[in-house]
């Protein structure tokens, strides 16, 4: 660790303050509580001083001066406002406006826009110029970026942004001075990795976002900050929703609040990939399949179906002719419940997911330690980050931006070895390229299996290579599926040796979450395998599951094949396609999918329930760092049902106690005296009070908050700050020491998703954003020269 | 006297109402009055029933700002907005409202819509007579509040006689 910077004192409108040596003039004044407006100052953007708003008057210098390009000095004496300063910034105004249209009640970012808000601070309304204002017509540079070129103010921040930040350097500037305009890459369009960051930092309306574009304004939408359901990097997007025919609709999405771990950041697919709630192909209604077509039925009969089916396979053949496949982009409470009524109300433990990492194979490597993971946070901070596999800028983008951002900004030290030239090449320390499917073996040698080198690349560069990630302190170390079963083990006892912590990366929204909620045949919820139960868990719903453990996806199929799995229940995953298995195997098993689309397991299907997305439910994710996040409802269709309620009301319709399967009552938790101003005939202020805090009265069998309580009791590690979650923070969560002993890890049925930025599984085949754009080649920026920052 | 202290009374009142008749009618003569009005006068600045004005070429001038909705106290105007095509030009700018629809529920004619919109697409006509039997007729949509087509572009002769009057051709459609 370096010192901390010596501090330095100065004056700022008469207030002393203290700020560290090397601080901007203007980060100083706002960590003081003292705002300075800015056009080109961005924080964590290169400084500019393109726009003069930020003029301040400081004391020995002669003229007015920018604060953004000012660093703090002892002894300062600085004037933020004042007659001169104002009537400054005011000219500035003016000249910024003398050829902006003032198209206000057309611009996209009239509401929230940076420039009307300045002009209305200091009144610069009025125009001093006579001449016709130079028009441009609107350019669309891609699917998702319209340029419109008379609204720029060349701020520039939309080039560092995508330099910078972004590390794509798609946009640039063309001519200069005032005759300067900003261009795309390729002459009038843009290849580029369409994150849509431009459009979000634009503090005018110059560059527009083609999904939201003219569809609505600011102020007619309601804000709901909810979790993205793409990759496992778990950025909060904060979706506009308004009334729609159906229900809500959502317009867009954004961070500006930089709320979350992801800051301002969003990829193309957390900013614009929720169109798929939209598509006509989505189902609406539940079917059935009568006469070997499915056709539209009502719930009721539907879960009378199923109900009835279910119950008769369970009773004669019992619990192991029944099959149930998860999902890992349902929330940590439906995987609980749907695992939970797999071993209690059906009697089996025939349940698995699409697995995109070894998370039993992690847990059983971290036993007996603690504190041994990192937090997506702390990739952004961490003085040195060690990558293993994986491609973040296309599966993980969130990562990637960390990693860059950290190496950009804090001169974080990046060792990448990757078996592919992947793009965060750019931004390391040292890249080593392996050969392909050795990572397992550089595992080994990282600990001292120097025989293992060869099989992975130059032992010279390897040595040297471990030598410095030896003498690393803090080092967080990111590996990607390549690494799985007994590879993890040597990579665990390296991170301790140095002190590091570790990331297990995974693909989806909440494949960290579908493990821990004990998706898996011989795993229960903790990672408790099923058949050595110990201790008090058994006196809770645990001592009641099955004790043998049930059979894995692809055992389900080739059961089905041969006649011995009668039921099959998949929510929310197609396995089908997934696994290209034979669709046959289903031919005589009763099949019910709950989805949104009819997708190549659906279309097998025997019932098919319609279900809610993501964005249209509330709950909990976990990211693949294990950082837990609450999820609010945003969007709605009103037909659908969401997967918890939908499991609840099959268990129900079996004839199943609910209250065995959702610890929910009235007046228990619901109303502790609280409630009383309801009885009395005022509004129940408290019951809309914990509502507004997510902190929901449990009335309701269908609230996956009351489920959480359970988890939070039940599953080691999710004992986090309830408060802090219901706030909208990320929680890190703990890996559950398991002790001694190996968990049952399966590595070989480990399938990677093998995303890129714009494929998103079946979402992403159903999202008309990320296919418009998948067409597109993006140009790699070596070829044009171009050095990473 | 009682006698006479009544009808001197009666005559005192009498004369009251003598003067009254003849004197000039001050009530208006709605609806037995002439014309299409029916007889009622306006102000000319009275706030009835809303009309979304077109401009000169015939487009709507409503570029769906929402500034309106905003401004609504009663949060009676509902907009959906699109936007304008090559082939499909509805306003004079990017964007226009494909839907506008005005609960007349719920307004108060307050004016404050018309102060907001920056473009004076929308304005209080001197429509008035809003009863109906079923609440819902009262949602107007944007087809019941747009004026018609100016003369010369083609609908609504009737309307604009003062415009053709003045010599602009009436096109009939
Ligand atoms: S959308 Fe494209 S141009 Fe804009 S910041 Fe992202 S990569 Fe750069
Ligand atoms: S397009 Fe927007 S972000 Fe880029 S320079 Fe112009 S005003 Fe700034
Ligand atoms: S990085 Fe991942 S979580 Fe973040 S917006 Fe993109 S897909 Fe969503
Ligand atoms: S007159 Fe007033 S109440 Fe009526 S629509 Fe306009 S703003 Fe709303
Ligand atoms: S009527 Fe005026 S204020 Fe209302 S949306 Fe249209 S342009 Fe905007
Ligand atoms: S913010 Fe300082 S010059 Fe733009």
Redesign the pocket.
């Known amino acids: 660790m370096a010192d901390a910077p010596k501090l330095v004192n100065l004056t700022v409108d008469g207030k002393a303050i203290t700020a560290p040596a090397g601080t901007l003039l203007i980060d100083a004044c706002k960590n003081a509580g003292i705002e300075i407006p800015s056009f080109c100052y961005y924080p964590g953007l290169s400084v500019q001083g393109a726009c003069r708003m930020c003029l301040v008057k400081i004391e020995k210098m002669p003229k007015l001066q920018t604060s953004c390009t000012t660093v703090v000095g002892e002894g300062m004496v600085v004037t933020t406002e004042n007659d001169e300063i104002h009537q400054a910034r005011k000219s500035m105004l003016e000249l910024v406006l003398a050829n902006h249209p003032l198209d206000c009640p057309v611009c996209d970012a009239g509401g929230q826009c940076e420039l009307q808000d300045m002009t209305f601070t200091y009144g610069a309304a009025e125009s001093k110029f006579v001449d016709i204002k130079n028009h441009r017509d609107e350019q669309q540079w891609s699917p998702v970026v319209y340029f419109d070129r008379p609204r720029c103010i060349l701020c520039y921040r939309c080039v560092r942004v995508c330099g910078e930040g972004m590390d794509v350097w798609a946009l640039g500037i063309q001519q200069r001075g005032v005759s300067s305009v900003i261009a795309p890459n390729m002459e009038d369009h843009l290849e580029c990795e369409e994150?849509g960051m431009c459009i979000d930092i634009c503090p005018v309306g110059a560059l527009t976002s083609g999904a939201y574009r003219y569809k609505t304004r600011p102020w007619e939408m309601n804000h709901v900050a909810t979790?993205?359901?793409?990759?496992?990097?778990?950025?909060v997007?904060t979706l506009g929703v308004r009334r729609s025919d159906t229900g809500m609709e959502i317009m867009r999405?954004d961070n500006r609040d930089k709320s979350g771990i992801?800051g301002d950041?969003?990829?193309?697919?957390?900013?614009y990939?929720f169109d798929f709630s939209k598509e006509p192909e989505r189902i609406t209604v539940p079917l059935i399949r009568r006469n070997s077509k499915l056709e539209p039925a009502t719930w009721e009969a539907a879960f009378e179906l199923i109900a009835s089916k279910l119950k008769e396979v369970r009773d004669r053949d019992g619990g192991q002719a029944i099959g149930v496949i998860g999902s890992n982009r349902t929330t940590n409470e439906e995987n609980y419940l749907l695992q939970k009524f797999a071993r209690l109300v059906l009697a089996t433990n025939n349940i698995d997911h699409h697995r995109t990492a070894d998370y039993p194979g992690f847990v059983s490597a971290l036993a007996g330690t603690q504190n041994m993971t990192a937090s997506m946070r702390d990739v952004a901070s961490a003085p040195a980050i060690l990558l293993i596999g994986n491609d973040p800028t296309e599966q993980?983008?969130?990562?990637?931006?960390q990693i860059r951002n950290n190496v950009r900004l804090n001169k974080a030290r990046l060792y990448t070895v990757n078996s592919n030239q992947i793009k965060l090449r750019r931004q390391s320390t040292v890249f080593h390229l392996i050969s392909a499917g050795s990572e397992g073996a550089f595992a080994q040698f990282l600990v001292g299996n120097d025989s293992a080198a060869s099989s992975v690349g130059d032992p010279q560069a390897l040595n040297s290579l471990r030598d410095k990630l030896r003498g690393e302190q803090g080092l967080v170390i990111a590996f990607g599926s390549e690494i799985r079963g007994e590879h993890i083990k040597p990579l665990v006892q390296f991170a301790q040796s140095v002190g590091a912590k570790l990331i297990c990366l995974g693909d989806y929204?909440n494949s960290r979450g579908a493990a821990d909620m004990g998706l898996y045949p011989d795993l229960l919820p903790g990672y408790y395998p099923v058949s050595q139960l110990t201790g008090s868990k058994d006196e809770d719903w645990m001592g009641k599951a099955p004790k043998q453990p049930g059979l894995t996806l692809q055992e389900m199929f080739s059961a089905a094949a041969g006649g011995r799995l009668r039921a099959l229940y998949v929510v929310g995953s197609n396995p089908v396609a997934r696994y290209n298995l034979d669709p046959f195997a289903l031919k005589n098993t009763f099949t019910v999918v709950q989805d949104m689309f009819l997708t190549e397991t659906a279309t097998l299907a025997d019932v098919v329930l319609p279900a809610a997305n993501a964005y249209e439910k509330g709950g909990t994710f976990t990211?693949t760092c294990g950082d837990l996040q609450r999820l609010q409802k945003a969007g709605d269709v009103t037909t659908v049902k969401s997967d918890f309620e939908i499991i609840v009301r099959i268990a129900n319709a079996m004839g199943y106690d609910v209250h065995g399967l959702v610890p929910f009552a009235p007046g228990l938790r619901a109303d502790m005296g609280q409630t009383r101003g309801a009885e009395s005939g005022e509004a129940d202020r408290h019951k809309v009070w914990l509502t507004r805090q997510g902190i929901e009265p449990k009335l309701s069998p269908f609230d996956p908050l009351a489920l959480l309580d359970e988890i939070q009791r039940l599953v080691p590690g999710y004992e986090v700050s309830r408060l802090n979650l219901m706030a909208g923070n990320d929680q890190h969560t703990q890996v559950p020491d398991i002790g001694s002993g190996e968990l049952p890890s399966h590595p070989e049925l480990i399938v990677p998703s093998e995303d890129t930025?714009f494929t998103?599984g079946t979402l992403g085949r159903y999202s008309k954003t990320l296919n418009s754009v998948m067409e597109n080649d993006r140009a790699v920026p070596e070829d044009a020269g171009i050095p990473a920052d | 006297m009682p006698i006479l202290k009544n009808i001197a009374a009666i005559a005192k009142g009498m004369s009251i109402t003598l003067k009254e008749m003849f004197a000039p009618t001050v009530v208006e003569n709605y609806p037995d009055g002439p014309g299409p009005l029916k007889g009622a006068k306006f102000q000319e600045r009275f706030r009835g029933v809303h009309v979304l004005q077109r401009d000169e070429n015939g487009l709507e001038k409503c570029v769906a700002c929402f500034l309106c909705a905003a401004a609504c106290p009663s949060n009676c105007i509902y907009i959906e907005a699109a936007e304008n095509t090559a082939e499909n030009r509805i306003s004079g700018a990017e964007r226009y409202a494909k839907v506008y629809n005005i609960d007349y529920n719920r307004c108060i004619f307050c004016g404050y819509c018309v102060e907001a919109c920056p473009t004076d697409a929308i304005t209080h006509g001197h429509g008035f007579e809003l009863a109906t039997f079923n609440a819902s007729n009262l949602v107007y949509r944007k087809e019941q509040l747009l004026a018609p087509m100016p003369a010369h572009l083609g609908a609504n002769a009737v309307f604009n006689k003062a415009e053709i009057d003045k010599g602009m051709p009436a096109l009939t459609s």
Do not use: Y
């Open positions: 994150c979790v993205c359901t793409h990759c496992g990097d778990g950025c997007t999405g992801n950041f969003l990829c193309i697919k957390g900013r990939a993980h983008p969130l990562l990637a931006w929204a990211n930025l998103s």
